[in-house]
């Protein structure tokens, strides 16, 4: 079976532009995060999508947004890039949104370099 | 506040030592805890996660964890190292409110010497 996938798998930009980013979830998992991980440092929650409604935001700007498709892949977007959003942006998908019992497999993510 | 902590930034052990991986948590209510794993320029792996139930849990990869609750702690274990387990090890815990957001610790890098 397909584990999450990516793409693309490194991305150079330079400061001012704008990023998406995509994912595609295990097949039969409806919710979808998005973290950012920073060198040296754990990931950090962005978004949680499921059944394409936005269940929880992390301490992130309005520059930061995404959208989860009928066929729950998602769409991560970042206007006006920073030279502090380099980083791996990893994906994690999961059965649904009960976070009990749902562990959350991660893509192998996105190494952004903002120049 | 919820948090999670890694004390330590690495450890060493020989290959065949048992290895002990620290973690400490802090959240009101009942904790959901998990184990990953990094391997350079990799996403994470899923090791193993204690939700209820036994204290000692097992997972991948013959790694255990043990739940200590008046502690709060949840520490990675294996009974003997291969230098294959060197890698990046993460703890986390799930917030409440039902977001699906993942806590992490900052990490532990595991080395494992021949």
């Known amino acids: 079976d397909a584990g999450v996938t990516q793409s693309p798998t490194h991305l150079i930009k330079t400061r001012g532009q704008h990023v998406t980013l995509r994912c595609s979830p295990i097949?039969?998992?409806?919710?979808v995060s998005w973290y950012q991980q920073v060198l040296g440092q754990g990931p950090q929650f962005i978004f949680q999508?499921?059944?394409?409604?936005?269940?929880g935001r992390g301490n992130f700007p309005d520059r930061f947004s995404a959208r989860q498709f009928p066929n729950y892949s998602s769409e991560l977007n970042v206007n006006a890039l920073l030279l502090g959003d380099s980083a791996l942006y990893l994906c994690?998908?999961?059965?649904?949104?009960?976070?009990?019992?749902?562990?959350?497999?991660f893509g192998p993510g996105t190494r952004l370099t903002v120049l | 506040a919820q948090s999670v902590a890694q004390p330590e930034d690495q450890v060493n052990v020989a290959e065949g030592n048992p290895l002990t991986v620290k973690c400490t948590y802090s959240?009101?209510?009942?904790?959901?805890l998990f184990w990953y794993v990094q391997y350079p320029n990799r996403g994470l792996q899923f090791l193993l996660k204690?939700?209820?139930?036994?204290?000692l849990v097992k997972g991948s990869y013959g790694f255990e964890a043990e739940f200590n609750k008046s502690q709060t702690s949840f520490h990675l274990k294996k009974p003997s190292a291969l230098v294959s387990d060197s890698a990046l090890y993460f703890c986390?815990?799930?917030?409440?409110?039902?977001?699906?957001?993942?806590?992490f610790g900052q990490g532990t890098t595991l080395q494992v010497k021949p």
């Open positions: 994690a998908s999961s059965l649904n949104s009960n976070p009990s019992y749902n562990e959350q497999f």
């Open positions: 097949s039969g998992h409806k919710s």
């Open positions: 999508y499921y059944e394409k409604e936005e269940r």
């Open positions: 959240v009101s209510g009942n904790p959901y």
């Open positions: 204690y939700i209820t139930g036994d204290n």
């Open positions: 986390a815990l799930y917030g409440t409110g039902n977001t699906g957001k993942l806590i």
